[in-house]
């Protein structure tokens, strides 16, 4: 290790460091850690108290050729740092969306506001009302609501719901993405987690593609899909996807963990960690493949009522249903 630090009371230590070195918290309890990354690895900074346990602290990030750098305090302990390099086969958490807070995070976030029907004769008015979208108990809850509203065009609607989406603040290309959720029972219920492009270079919808990494009826407490769209412009476009039907348990009762893995020529589909969808083959009339799933994307977690996919309600229908969801975590692999 090589340390040019200049040791003074109350001073930050700086170590420039080689992956494997150490810091004693307890000896320096405010430092900073600055390396000089390789463009395309992938890097961890771990903690331990006994220095044989380890485990991560913040995320992990990618090398661009620059130095990184930042600054660890914590007081009262012997607390050891250090810096990994991951191997190709290790997942990176490179960002996340806990819902611990008490509000939808901005920062990454922001509402759709519409009742144009997604293209799907859905029913609902997407507002921004923090009765349909909420942060609270550590997690996110999207409620659509039957009730009158009306638009600022005069537009009637008879439910409302809430939809939320990264798009210009965090995309995804390739990677891990995992949501832990719990849908609504009720038909016409119609919840979706799921990736549109955040630049459409080949073409508006669907020969930019779309990535499903879950959709569920609200009228099917025991079966879910994960789906791809892709092909021409509407009305030439296509789609291929499963279905994963729950041998016991259902989506409304219980939270559960969907996935996808996507990397250049393919995309897998998890649930609780069994893969049940595997997708090599698609294409795009604005590129060649592994177009147009190799571009960045956003993701969107939303609840719809009625059109195309589930129907629309009736008189079984609840007057209210919630789509929650506990975390969204993104992972990386090193290129």
């Known amino acids: 290790m090589q340390n040019s630090a200049i040791l003074l009371p109350l001073i930050p230590l700086l170590l420039p460091f080689t992956l494997a070195a150490q810091v004693d918290l307890q000896a320096n309890p405010a430092v900073i850690l600055s390396l000089r990354t390789e463009t395309g690895k992938l890097y961890q900074v771990e903690e331990s108290t006994d220095m044989s346990t380890w485990s991560s602290t913040g995320y992990a990030f ?23 390099e991951l191997d190709s086969n290790e997942w990176g958490l490179v960002w996340a969306d806990e819902f611990n807070g008490d509000q939808v995070n901005y920062s990454d976030w922001s509402h759709l506001q519409n009742g144009e029907g997604g293209g799907n004769n859905e029913l609902q008015y997407y507002t921004i009302a923090p009765a349909n979208t909420t942060v609270s108990d550590g997690s996110l809850k999207i409620k659509a609501i039957r009730e009158s509203y009306t638009d600022i065009r005069g537009n009637g609607y008879d439910w409302t719901s809430g939809r939320i ?5 965090v995309s995804f290309k390739y990677g891990r993405i995992e949501v832990r959720a719990k849908f609504p029972a009720g038909q016409g219920f119609w919840p979706a987690i799921w990736l549109l492009p955040r630049d459409s270079v080949y073409g508006t919808w669907a020969a930019s593609g779309e990535i499903d990494i879950v959709e569920n009826r609200g009228q099917e407490p025991n079966q879910i899909s994960g789906t791809i769209h892709y092909g021409g412009q509407w009305p030439n476009n296509t789609f291929s996807g499963r279905d994963y039907v729950f041998s016991s348990g259902n989506v409304n009762d219980e939270f559960h963990t969907y996935a996808i893995e996507w990397e ?28 147009p799933f190799d571009q960045e994307f956003f993701l969107i977690i939303n609840l719809a009522v009625g059109g195309w996919f589930p129907g629309n309600p009736d008189g079984s229908t609840p007057p209210e249903g919630t789509l929650e969801v506990d975390w969204v975590r993104y992972y990386k692999k090193a290129p």
């Open 165 to 169: 989406r990264t798009y210009r603040q």
């Open 62 to 84: 990618e090398g661009d050729g620059s130095t990184w750098t930042e600054t660890f305090a914590k007081e009262g302990e012997s607390h050891f740092l250090r810096i990994r």
């Open 264 to 291: 250049a020529g393919e995309i897998r589909w998890y649930v609780n960690g069994e893969r049940y969808s595997t997708q090599t083959e698609w294409s795009s009339e604005g590129g060649a493949f592994p177009a």
